[in-house]
């Protein structure tokens, strides 16, 4: 918005020292005062209405031609690529290949399931070996 919240102070004041003034000659000085705290505030919150126009006026009267550096990654292009023919010749080398050979990486490298070793079972080795890898794993 056009300006800062001083715009916004300075006319809630000058709002109600107007009403303070043009108020204090006819009505006792309780009424005056409350009535000078709701023109305040209202004041204040009108403030904010003015601001919003003034903001709007002067936007609509800019018609500067932006720079190519603010325009830069405001238009987002959510097309995909055509990839038909990625597609189609895909599906011809599985076609070709066969369903019973494997299919080749980039590499050239088949493809091979992984296969961990076994874990060693702790039943076939003597205690003399499991205390001599306690006392090795208490070491480090």
């Not at 009403?19 to 009535?35: H, V």
């Not at 500067?64 to 990654?73: C, L, Q, R, S, W």
């Not at 874990?119 to 480090?140: C, G, N, T």
Request: hydrophobic fraction near 40%; charge should be negative; charged fraction near 20%.
């Amino acid at each position: 918005m056009l300006g800062t919240m001083r715009w916004n102070v300075a006319i809630a004041i000058i709002g109600c020292l107007l009403t303070f003034i043009l108020s204090i000659g006819s009505n006792g000085l309780s009424i005056t005062f409350i009535r000078s705290l709701y023109a305040l505030g209202a004041c204040f919150v009108l403030a904010f209405g003015l601001r919003f126009v003034l903001h709007q006026l002067a936007a609509g009267e800019s018609t500067d031609v932006e720079p190519e550096d603010d325009i830069k990654g405001a238009a987002l292009d959510l097309a995909t690529p055509d990839d038909e023919q990625d597609v189609h010749r895909l599906l011809q080398q599985q076609l070709g290949e066969g369903a019973g050979q494997p299919e080749q990486g980039r590499d050239g490298t088949s493809f091979q399931p992984l296969s961990p070793p076994r874990m060693v079972s702790v039943k076939d080795k003597s205690p003399e070996e499991l205390a001599e890898v306690v006392r090795h794993l208490k070491d480090s």
